[in-house]
C-alpha cells in the first residue's frame, strides 16, 4: 500500500523556497503572493510496515531541530495549493536516493516494481488570487509540461484527509520487445523509412547503406545468423554514427568557396583536417608537454612527470531548449563524463560553463517555448547541480546576452580532469580494447530518456507513457561511479573506458570495437528501469551517468567486487571479438550484424556552396558620431549594459571552493565580487604548480565577420590565461563551434551560402591563430543547426537564426602559482600602464552596439606583435615586477579601468593623451574601441625602471597612477578631466541591472 510523506519546515522559519517562488511571481508577472509554503512529498511504492513508515519519518527524512512530518497531509493555512510531480520515465533524484537510503537503513533491496516518487505542493497565500494565477505560476515558474505534471486546488477543492491524493507516475508499457527489417527496395522507400523513423539519414548516404545490405558477400554472411534485409536496430546505429553530431559530416565536408567582392575561388576539403587536425599534429610535435590529442574522449596536456591534465568542451542546446534545468544537467554531467573516460580515467577537478541567451526581460513579439528569464534560471539552476552534487568546483563562466538566442540557447560546458602519468606502469593515456575482454556497462540503467523523437510518434500516450524527449542528470550517481573508476583504474582492473554519450551503447560499443574490431552484445543483458523497450531502443537510448568499459576475464571478480564495495550497478553484456563484424543478439537472436568497417567506408563527403559577401557589400559602414555630451553617464551607462554588467548573482551560485585547491578565484578584489580574467586551480596540493584555465566568447563581432570574431575569441582567451599567470609556452585551446543552418535553400535559408563562408573564414582564423601563437587544440566540438522556428503574436512562424558563434576555452600551465596576478588595483602610488596598442575599432562593440550602430571597423588581432608582448609580460610577472594584470576585452578601457578602480576600491588619475595607440583619435574612442592584444597593468614604483626595461621597443606606456581616493579621473586628449566618477557609484551602476537578484 503506497503511504504520502509531507514534510515542511516548521511554521516560525523563513521557508527561502517558497519566498523565491512568490518573489518571481511578483517580479515576472505582476502576481502579489502574501506567502508560499513549500511542502516536500515522498510517495513510498513499497510493502513497508507502519513500524518501518514511522522509523523512515524520524531517522531519515525529518529533521526534528526545523522540520515537521506526517503521513497525513499537513495543516498549513492557504488560499491555493500548486502541486508539481514529475512524469512518468523522468528521473527522479531525490527518490533513487532516499530508495538507497531506505536500503541502507534496513538491509533490504527494492524491486524493480518498487520506489519512491518525490513532488511538492505550495501553499499559497493572498488577496484576490484567481484559478488563472496559479496555473500561470504553475506553467511559467514551477514546472515544465515535458517532465512534470501539476494541479491547482482551491481551498474550497481541498480535502483535508486526502490531500492531493496518491499519485504514482509510474512507467507501463504493454509491450513485448520486437525487432523489426526495413525494406530497401528503392532509395526512396528507404528515405521515406528514415523521414518516418525520424533517422534524419542524409539523401547522398542511402544509395551507400543499400549497397552494402545489397552485397552478394554480406547477404550470405547474414544469412547465416538468420538476417536478410538490415533491421531497425541496424538502422538505427547507422542513422546515429553517420550523424553530424556523432561524425562531424559538415566539419568533414568539401565547401566550394567564392569571395563575391574579388571573385576568387577556393576548395576548401575537410575544414577538421585542413584548420584543425593538421595545424594541431603539427604544433604538438614540437611540444612534448601536449600529451594526447584528437582521438580520445579529451585531450591531455603534462602537469608535470607525475600527473597529466585532461580538458574537453561540450555543448546542450538543443535539450536545454526545451527543459532548461535538465538539458543543462546532463550537459554537464555529459561532459564530466569525458575526461572520466579519457585513456585510462581521470579525476575531475573543475568545470566551467557559458551561456547564450536572449535578453533576460525580452517581451517582444516572439514567443519561444521557454522565456530567457525562466530558460536562464533553469540553466543556472542546472549547472549549479551537476557541479554543486557533483563535488566539482565550477571555476569560471560567462553569459552572453543576445536576441539571436531566442531562438535557441547555447549551453557551454567546459570539464577538466587530472590523470596519473602511469597507471598499472603502462601510459596512462594508452587504451584499447582486445578479443576475449568483457564488454561491461556501468552506472546507470537504460530508459527511453534520451531517445530521438521516433518515440514520441509512435506511443499511444497515458499517464504511464515515460517522458522520453528530455533526459535528466543524476550526480549523486554519477559521484559514485567516479570514485568507483578511479578506484579500478588505480587497481589496474580496466583495459578501455569510454563515455556513454551521443548515442548511447551504439556509440560507445561500437567505437570501441573498432580497436579489437568486432563485439559480440547480448542486449537482453543490459539492464533496464522498466520492461518494454525495444531492441534499438536499448541500442541508442542516451540514459545518463553510464561507461562503458573493457576488462580482461581474469580481472572480473576483483573488479565486480570493487563495484558492489561502491554500490555502482555494473554488468557484463558482451564480449570484444576480432571477428570483423558488430554482432547483437537479444535472447539468441541476432538483431543486428553489420561490417566494423561500414562507418568507415566510402559514405560521399558532404558539399556545400560557401559565398563570401564582405561587410562593405552588405552596406555596413562606420556611423558619423558626435563627440558624447556626458562622459560621466556614458560610462555608467556601459557599466550597466547586460553583457558587461555584474553577473555575481550567477556565479555565487556555484562552489568553486570546493576540494580546496582554487588559488585564483571567479571573483576577485577586496570585496571579492569582481569577476576575475581566469581561474587557477593547484590540483595536486603537494606541488606549487597550477593549471589556469578560462574562456571566450564574443558572437556580435560575426556581424561583420566570423574570420575577426574567431581571432579576437582565441586572443581574449590567450590573455585571459596569461593574466592569472599561465606560461604562454604550455597554453592549450578547445574550440566549441555553434553555427546557424549552412545549407541553402532559397525560401528556408536563403542565406545559407553565406553562412557555410563565414565557418570557412572562421576555421582559417582558428588555424592562422593557432599558428601564431603556437597553440594546439586539445579538444573541441561543434553543433551545428542553432536555429529556432517560433510564433509570433499571430501565431505566425519566425525563422530565428542564433549568431555564428565560437566559445574558445584554454588552459595554461601555472609553474609557481605565487607569482599569480589578480586585477584589482593594490596600493596608492603604483604606475598604471596600458600595453597593446588602441586602434578605432568599434565595429560591434558594446559603444556601437548602446548607441543602436554596428559599424564596420572590427578589432583585427596582430598576432605576430601580440606575442612579443605577450612574452614580456609573462617575464615580468615571474619576476614580480607587476602588482596587478587585466586584459581589455568586451567595453574596451573605459569599462575594464572601472572595474579594476571598483575591485581595489582605489582611485584612478588617468590621462589618455599617454595611451599607445594608432588611428583611434577621439576620446570616446579610445575608452571603449575593443582592439584586441591589450593589458591594463599596475607597478609599484620600486619596479618602474625593470618594468620598462622588459617591455622596451614594445606598445606600452605609463598612463597614470593609483590614488588613495575612490575616484576614477580621466583626462581627455585635450587635456581636460572629462570623467571624475565615485567608485561606489560605477559600481552601484553596474550591480543595478540583476541586484535584486543577488
Sequence with gaps: MPSCLEISLKPQLIDAHGAGVAQKAKSYFGIALDGVRSVNILTLDADLSDGQLERLRTEIFTNPVIQVSSYAPLEIDFDWVIWVGYRPGVRDNPGATAVEAIEDLFGLKFTKDQAVYTSMRYCCKGKGLTRRDMETIAKEILANDIIQQWKVFSKEEWDPKTGVGVIIPKVKLDHEPSVSTVSISSDEELMRISDERNLALNPNDIPTIRSYFLREDVLEARKEVGLSEPTDVELEYISQARSDHCNHNTFGGKFFYTDLATGEKMVMDNL?????????????????????????????????????????????????????????????????????????????????????????????????????????????????????????????????????????????????????????????????????????????????????????????????????????????????????????????????????????????????????????????????????????????????????????????????????????????????????????????????????????????????????????????????????????????????????????????????????TSAIKPLVGKERDTPSDGAVYRPVLTSESGIAISQAVLPTYSAIDAYHMTACVMDEAVRRVLAVGADPEQIGGVDNFCWPTIIFDEKQNPDGKHKAAQLVRSCLALRDLCNAYDLPLLSGKDSMYVDGHLPGRYGERHKVSALETLQFTTTGLVHDVAHCKTMDLKAPGDLVYIAGLTKNELGASEYYEHLGHLGLNVPKVDAKANMALYKALYKAMTEDCVASVRGVYRGGLGVHLALCSMAGCLGLDLDLAKIPAEGAGRDDALLYSESAGRFILTVAPSDKERFEEIFAGLPTACVGQVTEAPVLSIKGLDGAEIIRTEVQDMKDAWKKRFGGLI
Design 272 to 660: 577538421f583536417k585542413s584548420c584543425i587536425s593538421d595545424p594541431t599534429k603539427a604544433i604538438a610535435a614540437q611540444k612534448p608537454w601536449v600529451i594526447s590529442v584528437l582521438w580520445d574522449n579529451a585531450g591531455v596536456g603534462k602537469f608535470d612527470d607525475d600527473h597529466y591534465y585532461s580538458i574537453t568542451g561540450e555543448t546542450h542546446n538543443s535539450p536545454s531548449n526545451m527543459e532548461a534545468y535538465g538539458g543543462a544537467i546532463t550537459g554537464i554531467v555529459g561532459v564530466y563524463r569525458d575526461p572520466m573516460g579519457t585513456g585510462k580515467g581521470s579525476k575531475l577537478i573543475a568545470g566551467t560553463y557559458g551561456f547564450c541567451v536572449g535578453p533576460r526581460d525580452y517581451n517582444g513579439d516572439l514567443k519561444p517555448r521557454l522565456t530567457p528569464r525562466r530558460l536562464l534560471d533553469g540553466i543556472i539552476e542546472g549547472v549549479k547541480d551537476g557541479g554543486n552534487k557533483s563535488g566539482i568546483p565550477t571555476a569560471f563562466g560567462q553569459v552572453c546576452f543576445d536576441p539571436g538566442y531566442l531562438g535557441k540557447c547555447l549551453v557551454f560546458v567546459t570539464a577538466l580532469g587530472l590523470m596519473p602519468a602511469k597507471v598499472d606502469g603502462g601510459p596512462s593515456e594508452e587504451k584499447t580494447t582486445s578479443p576475449g575482454e568483457l564488454v561491461v556497462m556501468c552506472g546507470g540503467r537504460v530508459g527511453k530518456d534520451g531517445i530521438h523523437g521516433v518515440t514520441a510518434s509512435s506511443e499511444v500516450f497515458s499517464e504511464h507513457t515515460p517522458a522520453g524527449h528530455v533526459q535528466i542528470g543524476d550526480p549523486y550517481t554519477q559521484k559514485k561511479m567516479h570514485d568507483f573508476l578511479l578506484e579500478a583504474r588505480d587497481q589496474g582492473l580496466i583495459a578501455f573506458i569510454t563515455d556513454n554519450g551521443g548515442g548511447g551503447l551504439s556509440s560507445s560499443v561500437g567505437e570501441s570495437a573498432r580497436f579489437s574490431d568486432g563485439c559480440k552484445v547480448d542486449l537482453a543483458k543490459v539492464p533496464l528501469k522498466y520492461d518494454g523497450l525495444d531492441q534499438w531502443e536499448i541500442w541508442v537510448s542516451e540514459s545518463q551517468e553510464r561507461m562503458t568499459l573493457s576488462i580482461k576475464p581474469e580481472h572480473e571478480e576483483q573488479f565486480f567486487a570493487l563495484a558492489k564495495k561502491h554500490a555502482v550497478e555494473c554488468t557484463v553484456i558482451g564480449t570484444y571479438t576480432d571477428s570483423g563484424k558488430l554482432h547483437i543478439t537479444y535472447k539468441d537472436e541476432t538483431c543486428a550484424y553489420v561490417d566494423m568497417d561500414l562507418l568507415t567506408a566510402a559514405f560521399p563527403q558532404w558539399e556545400f556552396e560557401a559565398e563570401w559577401v564582405p561587410p562593405e557589400l552588405r552596406g555596413l559602414k562606420e556611423p558619423v558620431l558626435s563627440a558624447p555630451a556626458d562622459h560621466n553617464g556614458l560610462l555608467l551607462d556601459m557599466l550597466n549594459r547586460p553583457n558587461i554588467c555584474s553577473k555575481e548573482w550567477i556565479t555565487r551560485q556555484y562552489d568553486h571552493e570546493v576540494q580546496g
